[in-house]
T-cell receptor
């Protein structure tokens, strides 16, 4: 079984400040990890993903995340927050179907972190 | 390229009514899924499909039915709506080669009174 914990349901940062959204996962098999962003009244958009290879992953809009196996973490960062970054962010985990027993990649989501950017 | 299209965007049902939420994708993706989103709960998987004619249950399947007769379409049926099914529903699709990088539709906001 897999699970995701996002620390902080609501995070506020000042415009231009560092954004750090925390995600810890639990998985008994090699995980695939994702960050999605949801703007108000919209669907989810993939920000970035880690499957294999380089543990520092760069995504869209200047975001990046680092997979740390020893810490079971996949925190999302951005050096300088913009007003347009205000949204809800979801961390998710999946695994190769051969490992998970499911017929396909199935995402398990965290409960989300709402990011507010203060002018 | 439309991506994943969900209809309707909004719906109000009375308890006991049935309805179908439509989902279509034009990316020839093998995998399709339905999620529900409730405040503070994240997204939870209802049903999923790995290809035409093949479906399976997710985390919260009770009260919902699915079928997949074509690659493009994956409708979700509410058999007898209950207030507990008030939620925002998202359909998503993925290619087998993306490792779970799903493309999401814009959602259907359903209220059951």
């Amino acid at each position: 079984a897999q699970s995701v914990t996002q620390l902080g349901s609501h995070v506020s940062v000042s415009e231009g400040a560092l954004v750090l959204l925390r995600c810890n996962y639990s998985s008994s098999v090699p995980p695939y990890l994702f960050w999605y962003v949801q703007y108000p009244n919209q669907g989810l958009q993939l920000l970035l993903k880690y499957t294999t290879g380089a543990t520092l992953v760069k995504g869209i809009n200047g975001f990046e995340a680092e997979f740390k196996k020893s810490e079971t973490s996949f925190h999302l960062t951005k050096p300088s927050a913009h007003m347009s970054d205000a949204a809800e962010y979801f961390c998710a985990v999946s695994a190769l179907p051969a490992y998970s027993g499911a017929g396909s990649y199935q995402l398990t989501f965290g409960k989300g972190t709402k990011l507010s950017v203060i002018p | 390229n439309a991506g994943v299209t969900q209809t309707p965007k909004f719906q109000v049902l009375k308890t006991g009514q049935s309805m179908t939420l439509q989902c279509a994708q034009d990316m020839n993706h093998e995998y399709m899924s339905w999620y529900r989103q409730d405040p503070g709960m994240g997204l939870r998987l209802i049903h999923y499909s790995v290809g035409a004619g093949i479906t399976d249950q997710g985390e919260v399947p009770n009260g919902y039915n699915v079928s997949r007769s074509t690659t493009e379409d994956f409708p979700l049926r509410l058999l007898s709506a209950a207030p507990s099914q008030t939620s925002v529903y998202f359909c998503a699709s993925s290619s087998a080669g993306t490792g779970g990088g799903y493309t999401f539709g814009s959602g259907t906001r359903l209220t059951v009174v």
